[in-house]
């Protein structure tokens, strides 16, 4: 049973404009929030993160929402550049020694 | 500083060979340590964790198993692989006090079996 679901598999957004990528969780345990960023043949790294006593954290161009009761949060960049492009995962922890990932959301950013 | 390191890049392997993926950790003592596999939608799927040497944990029944028999090297093996067994696997490592963003990855293994 998948916890984290990112329902896009892919999204196509022009340079300089919005890129919003969407998380959805079912286990009311987890708090704490993570996004990842993957390019191919590489291990993911670590971009931001949310805690549950919070509803945003940002970090310069990257803004990531949390919706407790809707069991929802979303990655905001803006703007958007060509680099950006690569896997997005969301992740989140129940406070165990487990961080349980979605199946990840393709970005590509175009010119 | 710590690093670590994960091995082969890629592997190519016939259905019913044995398999054996190993990772280790520099730079730190007693780290949690991670098998995740990335396969075709699903994402990251987190196979086995370990918080100690011979301790493991497995999430997901499958045909592969893990050992841990120092404290920063962890494996990753089959005896007979499935051609379901393809994908991305991924080691990772975290401090146990460590907070929870705190997880580092490994460059990954592409295995395929044929």
């Known amino acids: 049973d998948q916890q984290v679901k990112q329902n896009s598999p892919s999204l196509s957004v022009q340079e300089g404009r919005i890129s919003i990528l969407n998380c959805d969780y079912t286990n009311s345990m987890f708090d704490y929030f993570l996004w990842y960023k993957k390019y191919p043949a590489e291990g993911p790294t670590f971009l931001i993160s949310i805690s549950s006593i919070k509803d945003k954290n940002e970090d310069g161009r990257f803004t990531v929402f949390l919706n407790k009761s809707a069991k929802h949060l979303s990655l905001h960049i803006v703007p958007s550049q060509p680099g950006d492009s690569a896997v997005y995962f969301c992740?989140?922890?129940?406070?165990?020694?487990?961080?349980?990932f979605g199946t990840g959301t393709r970005l590509q950013v175009f010119p | 500083s710590q690093t670590i390191h994960q091995w082969p890049a890629t592997l190519v392997q016939p259905v019913g060979s044995p398999l054996s993926l190993e990772c280790t950790v520099e730079?730190?003592?007693?780290?949690?340590l991670y098998w995740y596999r990335q396969a075709a939608g699903r994402g990251l799927q987190l196979l086995f964790y370990?918080?100690?040497?011979?301790?493991i944990s497995s999430e997901v029944p499958q045909n592969l198993s893990a050992s841990r028999p120092q404290d920063r090297q962890f494996i990753l093996s089959s005896k007979k692989l499935l051609l379901s067994d393809s994908g991305f696997y991924l080691c990772?490592?975290?401090?146990?006090?460590?907070?929870?963003?705190?997880?580092?990855f490994g460059s990954g293994t592409r295995l395929t079996v044929v």
């Open positions: 992740a989140a922890s129940d406070n165990t020694d487990k961080l349980i």
């Open positions: 990772a490592w975290k401090r146990q006090s460590g907070t929870v963003y705190g997880y580092t």
């Open positions: 730079g730190t003592s007693n780290p949690n």
């Open positions: 370990s918080v100690g040497i011979g301790q």
